[in-house]
């Protein structure tokens, strides 16, 4: 199934080559998303493991797929007249900061926010034509498929600790190295080296996307890389340049 949202440095595009990556199914009870985003990997299978985490440091994220698992009918029913609109998107901008928001009434907030910014940057308005309605229907399927699974709102290095064992499989997509700024939630350049000596760590395996830079290689020449490509998805036109990246795992 497809995720529900989109967001920056998703991997809807390459989600069956890092499948491909992962793996025999029977190796691992345990499936761990460090840096969870729109679920990509998540949500492409229907049952990773025994026990699966999904994490994010955002905390609007975070609340808004707790919403979505635990209250999906009085999130539907909240975003019940949204239409792609450039004045709901900017007065969803305005209001998701307002004191005394009920944890659906800011998630619906953010849920727009997501759904018609360009980009997923969740500030500018993205002129699009986007059937909102059919968004709306899928969170039920979605609330189902995340019946089962624990989502944390927690540090990296602390959801590493917590859930390591020699059965888990920890797939991270961290923030690219230079690409930062980006995204919406702070990540260092220092974190980057606190992410390898963290995951250099842990007894369990782990499968890592990145950018393809000379700098990342150079943290992780320790490790398996396998290069890959995507199209890059925010040019505009039909042919897209390709983007390059990297996996790397323990294993």
Not at 11 to 19: E, F, S, V, Y
Request: aromatic letters at 14%; charged letters at 30%; glycine letters at 6%.
């Amino acid at each position: 199934m497809n995720s529900f949202i989109s967001w920056i440095g998703g991997k809807k595009l390459l989600r069956k080559r890092i499948l491909e990556e992962f793996p025999e199914q029977e190796i691992y009870n345990r499936y761990i998303e460090v840096f969870g985003g729109a679920g990509w990997m998540l949500f492409s299978s229907d049952r990773h493991a025994k026990m699966e985490v999904y994490n994010d440091v955002n905390g609007n994220l975070i609340n808004l797929f707790k919403c979505t698992k635990y209250h999906p009918e009085a999130l539907q029913k909240e975003l019940e007249y949204t239409l792609m609109s450039r004045e709901q998107f900017f007065d969803a901008k305005e209001q998701i900061d307002t004191r005394g928001l009920t944890d659906i009434q800011k998630a619906a907030r953010f849920y727009i926010l997501i759904k018609e910014s360009f980009g997923t940057d969740l500030r500018s308005f993205g002129v699009r034509p986007k059937n909102i309605e059919n968004a709306i229907d899928y969170i039920s399927t979605v609330s189902k498929r995340l019946n089962n699974v624990v989502i944390e709102n927690q540090d990296f290095e602390r959801i590493l600790k917590t859930y390591d064992k020699k059965d888990a499989l920890f797939y991270l997509d961290p923030p690219y190295y230079e690409t930062e700024k980006y995204y919406p939630d702070k990540f260092m350049p220092e974190d980057h080296i606190r992410l390898r000596d963290a995951i250099g760590r842990i007894k369990g395996k782990f499968l890592l996307s990145y950018n393809d830079c000379g700098y990342v290689r150079e943290l992780y020449s320790d490790y398996n890389i396998i290069e890959v490509e995507r199209s890059h998805n925010l040019v505009q036109g039909d042919k897209k340049p390709k983007y390059k990246e990297l996996l790397i795992k323990n294993y």
